[in-house]
């Protein structure tokens, strides 16, 4: 039996990927804005097809028809470059995120030992787009909302590293499939319950999402980072902010409830199904805070991630740290 190339195998399963991550991304939009609707008691868009299910398809043509405008006093290269580095580093990530497992190995693209360092390497990356996006727009609304962006990336990038080192140290390895089979017995979150509270923080804070939407704030910055952007540019960056929701949503169940794991030992389920139901779960909370809270002022979100964030990640850590060094 002929061997398949592996060039070949890695490509069939990214186009596969790729096609369920903008799936997943064009319903997680029109499922946050029915929940949105039924929480603000209003019907939400059910127009377009059958209960709105093309609500995407016809979002994505209104983007694709819009006139693409550059500003005159744009940076032309970096402000049409910018939402791409936003898109690419948004699915790079999903290069070595296992989604569940068999006899034949771990479904994912690549399964390397550092994966949760590629992940924190990749996703630091995505801020530069945001960044270059509004330095390159040449007005004073979108520059704010890029130096708003690399301040906030910058303050809890650090706590949400040091919340994933205790999960590190219980796993004892760095590999995503590794943690994942590490919980077999018991989830991470019941051990690291304050490293897993700090992560869902940082996450929310890290994608830019409500409370901590600053980079945006169309109450003080009109758009913030993308206000000059219109057409499939701004397209770019509103797939990226969802795609990354989708991220911080899988590293959460991969770290903290046991990946593709079941419940109380349920059989009779496949891994991936419990995967996505978490990954879910996980999606309608970040629904539920847009729906609830309101937004930060933007001192006092610097000041939570100095002086709460950082020394309640710290103290976690080191308490993590010396109960397994006692306990060998």
């Known amino acids: 039996m002929p061997v398949v190339p592996f060039w070949i195998v890695v490509l069939i399963k990214s186009a596969v990927l790729l096609l369920v991550v903008v799936t997943t991304f064009a319903y997680a939009m029109l499922a946050e804005r029915k929940v949105l609707g039924w929480m603000q008691l209003r019907p939400g868009p059910n127009r377009v097809g059958p209960w709105g299910l093309m609500q995407p ?7 694709i028809l819009k006139e693409d405008l550059t500003p005159k006093t744009a940076d032309p290269l970096i402000y049409r470059l910018a939402p791409f580095i936003s898109l690419l580093t948004a699915f790079s990530v999903y290069a070595v995120i296992p ?11 690549g399964s390397p030992n550092a994966g949760i360092l590629f992940v924190l390497a990749i996703t630091s990356i995505g801020v530069y787009g945001i960044s270059l996006g509004g330095w390159a727009s040449g007005s004073k609304y979108p520059l704010l909302g890029s130096v708003r962006g690399t301040a906030q990336m910058i303050s809890y990038e650090l706590s949400m590293t ?9 796993a004892g390895t760095t590999s995503l499939d590794g943690i994942v089979n590490a919980q077999a017995r018991w989830w991470f979150v019941i051990p690291q319950a304050l490293g897993f509270v700090i992560y869902i923080i940082t996450a929310v804070a890290e994608t830019n999402r409500t409370p901590f939407d600053l980079v945006e704030a169309e109450t003080e910055l009109v758009a ?36 593709w794991n079941a419940p109380f030992g349920i059989q009779g389920v496949p891994g991936v199904v419990w995967f996505v139901l978490k990954v879910g779960c996980f999606l309608f909370f970040y629904m539920w805070l847009r729906a609830t809270l309101p937004r930060l002022r933007y001192d006092r ?28």
């Open 99 to 109: 989604f569940g497992a068999s006899s034949a190995g771990t479904w994912a693209i």
């Open 57 to 63: 398809a016809a979002d994505a043509a209104k983007l």
């Open 301 to 328: 979100l610097m000041a939570f991630g100095w002086k709460v964030l950082l020394p309640l990640a710290t103290l976690n850590l080191v308490v993590t740290a010396i109960i397994v060094a006692v306990r060998g």
């Open 162 to 170: 040091l919340s994933f080192v205790g999960v590190l140290i219980l």
């Open 224 to 259: 913030g980072f993308h206000t000059e952007y219109s057409g499939l540019r701004f397209g770019l960056f509103f797939i990226a902010e969802y795609v990354n929701m989708l991220t911080v949503s899988c590293i959460a169940t991969l770290l903290f409830f046991g990946g």
